[in-house]
């Protein structure tokens, strides 16, 4: 471990206040509560919001994975590894089962989570209704009175222009029958997963100083219309490495000529699935 | 049975804006009409016939002194909210004005309708009750989804009496109904009142020729004796 | 006759620092009642639809409303929430100028949806249809619905407003100058469509103008003020054609015949 830090970097003031925010969220699920972000050794972008939360609940005996759009291997997911190696001295792994705490850019893990871990969402964007309603004073009181008309309008036009809603990402959630949630930018594939999930999930904004939470066994509804239900994307491809026709799906351009393969996004589950396979 | 009753009526107006005139125009109006008569208000141009009738419509409002209309209760026009003067006007008193006041674009047969469908009483037979009464008016099958704004000043009046007297009033205001039409649509007009009163509506009409008036009315009001003294 | 009065205003008084806004105001709204609010610039009449449309919370006075659910209530006393949604839902303002009352940067169908959402209907061709029936109603062509409202001209984004407003059956409409900055042809049309729908649906409304044709045209009764106050208050066409107060008279006198 590197010395002359504190554990996980952050000092013991700063993750007291932290923990006690996570905690505030995690009694009102799905409420952004406002906390009081310091500066990261990495930019604003780069997942400043989840090494604050992951720093604060980060325990010696903790086994750690990250991964960025589902891969273990990126720049990334890579250098927030080792740097919670560095500052904690901690175990970390790429298999998902194997891992106490998860913190994830833009996917869920295909691999069930269970209630013994956590994950840490790093999130760019944590106010929902910020591209229809610009003013902060004004999305606080929607979200407190409950009007949410707007978010809905927004699926409406998609509908009216398109014929279907053709938000893909970053698609919208009710979290316990009351607050709008942004589920971060994962596919809306793993939007099912949120729903009564075991593990813990915790989301952390940098840069707009957010904390909010989905406690376990909550109940998370994508929006949708009774006459549009909400749907998640398929694939008429397999994975090209492991075959598996059930997870999230890469498009890769592999040649000049504009040659397409489908690959896993989850690096993991796909070695594993080849390894069951063999 | 009383139907309308004028208590003390005065009516003066006063023109704040040209020096603060008063003109006292009646005065001391006491007198009860009942269900059935068909008055006729005379006297000389100016006395005030008019504005005799637009106060029995609430249209104008008296100095001072009580109009009632006994309609299942007392309702006094000089002193009630307004929604209960507009109901009264949409079921009980209709008035027909000396000249035609409608919305501009507005075809004809809409706005006869209109009265219909303001009392709830129109139906799928109404259309041809309202066809009826129009081809009996003399006003022609072509124009009736024509705005009235165009027509003559006779066809004119003939629309407004078909506005109100297709309706179920019990209480007719009439301001001159025949001052702009020829003998024959007199006549017509003349028969259609007298309809009116076999089925006990009470009419109070403005009307100079004496020969219609002998053949309707069966009460003259005459106005000359509540000139106000002063004047 | 039993009329259901469902506002109830007394004293009503808002002075911003030193300077009346409007004083004492006094009135009683039935159901199915269209009330005209007319008067010349600065007389109030805007100062007063805002502290009715709860816009600005008067410096004295009451409000007492009653629903169509829960009894009569202290309009000035309700929380924030009450009111925001009374405004979304069963009450509704139509501005004078409809881009303050539309969202440009949704579709006309999707405008007309904002508000029915607000009362929580979630079922796409509900939206669809209501949106398409207010459209026809107010005479604009169904088949517009998924334009946006700056390819509307003024005169039908200010239907298109009207549209909204009344798809959720609103209890109150309140209209400032709703055919102001129109040409007069357009006006006239905008004038009749109100009117017919006012006679379809029994809607209470408040209507603030200037232009005492408006009111001869749409409303029952009149306030009619000046200077803040109050000065004659009756039937419409009573209030026109035989004015007592010495500014009414100077008001329906000073309209150029054409």
Redo the contacts between chains.
Sequence with gaps: MKTGFNFAYLDEATKRMIRRKILKAVCIPGYQCPFGGREMPLAYGWGTGGIQVTASIIGKEDILKVIDQGADDTTNAVSIKNFFKRVCNIMTTDKTAEASLIQTRHRIPETTLNKDQIIVYQVPQPEPLRKLEPKEKETR?LH??K????M??KL??E???FGSVIKTWAYPVETNNRYITDPTPIPKFDNPKMNNMEALQLFGAGREKRIYAIPPYTKVKSL?????PFEIQTWDECCSICGSTKSYLDEIIINNEGKKNFICSDTDFCKSNLEKNK | MKIIELKNVNKKFILHNQKGTVLNVLKNINLEIKTGECIALVGKSGIGKSTFLKMLYGNYLPSSGEINIYNNNKINIANSLEHQIINLRKYFIGYVSQFLRVLPRVPTIEIVSDTLKQQSLFDEHSLIKIKKLLSELNIQESMWNLSPLTFSGGEQQRVNLAKTLIGNYSILLLDEPTASLDDMNKSIIIDMIKSKLKKNVTIIVIVHDNKIRNEICTREINLEKYIPNDN | MNIKKIMHVENLTHFYGNQIGCKGINFDLYKGEILGIVGESGSGKSTLLKCLSGEISPSAGKINISLDQGGVKDFLSLPEQEKRQLMRSMWGIVHQNPRDGLNLRISAGGNIAERLLNVSEKNYSFLRNTGKYWMKKTEMDPDRIDEFPLSFSGGMQQRLQISKILSSNPQIVFMDEPTGGLDVSVQAKILDTIKSIVRDINVTMIIVTHDLAVVRFLTDKLLVMKDGIVVETGLTDRVLDDPQHSYTQLLTSSILQV
């Design positions: 009181k407190a009175y009007e949410y008309a707007l809905h309008v409406y036009e509908i009216s222009q949708d219309f009774e006459d549009h």
